[in-house]
């Protein structure tokens, strides 16, 4: 007999244990412990008619994993768990997941607000391919809430919130906007990516549908790719009727390497966003640094609306380096505990500057629009010691000083002509 509760046993656990339990209060087959993986391309039934109801949805079970998969199945309830959503929909990756939304909802003739600020595949979207689907795209000025409602009241289709941004880490007062969108009907869609569902619900603050890169800090490990869809089942069914048309499915190997990464979400969480504070805060006293971007910070602008909003500050801080980019290859190369590679939310730490990183599809140009300078770098803090990360950036800069201390007394010496001049007569 199984004594295991059911999923309403959850609904009093804290996120940890729905990050461990969410979607596997089941029974698998063999009696497994962990979900298994489900390869089979399509799945047979002896009764026509029971085939049927299954297809139309009528009756439970699986006819084609493009359509739905037990693996992936249960991952879409994890999630479910942790946003604490009535419906989701995975998909390939990240990408494919906004993609979708953000073609599931708009046509020709409709308008989208968001803003400036967005992850820069998702700018490329705005600014490239939903132009030629013509639809009207306005974006606002991030920090600009009353620009944001203004364009709202004008009348819209979506609107696309992403709190905390890539890689600024701008915070949108996400209650606020919902209700200026909620005045003219439009679907408010949120990336909640860089917060993950730990510290950052945003169903709960009335947002309709919320998409995660399940690729990041969801699977944690670097090694995946998977986009993560939830709201209610309403919106949920074009979403999915979309995905099944156009074929962006997760895989279930996929799928159980996300699963897998999420169990352990909170501890890693924990220590990432333990260590990022450490690094803000050592980078805000850093003659070198001539901003830093963390909402956990007190002189965050948004610091006030992220305590209100959000759980915990998230694991990404962002910088920019006096010198720009010039600095950012002398510094980089030199850390010891870190990747410099295009991702984030791995157990790893990943550093990285905007123009290879977040917004390597934009020119740079698009980049310096939009506010993203050539010195800005990325960090996604790992799950390393907190005190060999800091000692890994003291070191970094200290060789960056040592560096330009170099360049000054080269240059500061005499060149072989000037020291060879005649004394005049």
């Known amino acids: 007999m199984n004594n295991k509760p059911d999923s309403a046993g959850l609904d009093n656990a804290g996120t940890g244990t729905r990050a461990v339990w969410g979607g596997e209060q089941v029974r698998h087959p063999y009696n497994a412990t962990q979900t298994p993986i489900v390869v089979s391309a399509a799945y047979g039934y002896d009764d026509i008619d029971v085939w049927y109801d299954v297809a139309l949805g009528k009756a439970p079970g699986f006819i084609y994993s493009r359509m739905s998969n037990p693996t992936v199945e249960t991952l879409e309830a994890k999630i479910c768990e942790l946003e604490k959503a009535e419906s989701a929909v995975a998909f390939s990756s990240g990408m494919a997941a906004i993609s979708s939304v953000l073609y599931t909802f708009l046509a020709h003739g409709n308008r989208v607000v968001s803003t400036k600020d967005s992850y820069g595949g998702t700018n490329k979207i705005f600014e490239e391919f939903l132009p030629r689907m013509g639809v009207d795209v306005t974006l606002c000025e991030t920090f600009d809430h009353d620009e944001i409602e203004r364009e709202v009241a004008k009348g819209c289709q979506v609107l696309y919130l992403e709190t905390p941004t890539n890689p600024t880490l701008k915070i949108l007062d996400i209650q606020r906007l919902v209700s200026a969108a909620k005045r003219v009907g439009a679907v408010v869609v949120a990336d909640n990516t860089f917060a993950t569902p730990l510290n950052q619900n945003p169903l709960a603050l009335g947002v309709d549908v919320v998409i995660h890169s399940a690729t990041k800090f969801l699977s944690g490990h670097g090694d995946v790719l998977g986009g993560l869809v939830c709201g209610v089942e309403s919106l949920m069914a074009k979403v999915r009727?979309?995905?099944?048309?156009?074929?962006?499915?997760?895989?279930?190997?996929?799928?159980?390497?996300?699963?897998?990464?999420?169990?352990?979400?909170?501890?890693?969480?924990?220590?990432?966003?333990?260590?990022?504070?450490?690094?803000?805060?050592?980078?805000?006293?850093?003659?070198?640094?001539?901003?830093?971007?963390?909402?956990?910070?007190?002189?965050?602008?948004?610091?006030?609306?992220?305590?209100?909003?959000?759980?915990?500050f998230g694991a990404i801080v962002s910088f920019v380096l006096v010198g720009g980019m010039d600095t950012v290859k002398v510094l980089l190369p030199r850390l010891r505990f870190a990747h410099c590679a295009g991702n984030l939310g791995a157990v790893e730490t990943i550093y990285g500057p905007a123009r290879t990183t977040s917004h390597v599809e934009n020119t740079l140009e698009e980049r310096l629009a939009l506010g993203i300078s050539e010195g800005l770098v990325r960090v996604s803090v790992g799950i390393e010691d907190t005190d060999d990360l800091l000692d890994d950036l003291k070191q970094a800069f200290a060789y960056v000083r040592r560096s330009r201390h170099e360049q000054v007394q080269v240059k500061t010496q005499p060149s072989i002509n000037e020291s060879c001049t005649e004394v005049p007569n």
Do not use: W
């Not at 690094?279 to 971007?293: D, G, H, I, M």
């Open 241 to 312: 009727h979309y995905r099944e048309i156009n074929g962006a499915a997760l895989d279930p190997f996929s799928a159980y390497l996300i699963i897998r990464g999420m169990k352990t979400l909170a501890l890693r969480m924990r220590q990432q966003q333990h260590s990022a504070r450490a690094l803000a805060e050592f980078l805000s006293n850093e003659p070198l640094v001539e901003s830093v971007n963390y909402p956990g910070l007190p002189g965050h602008p948004n610091h006030a609306v992220a305590c209100a909003q959000m759980r915990g």
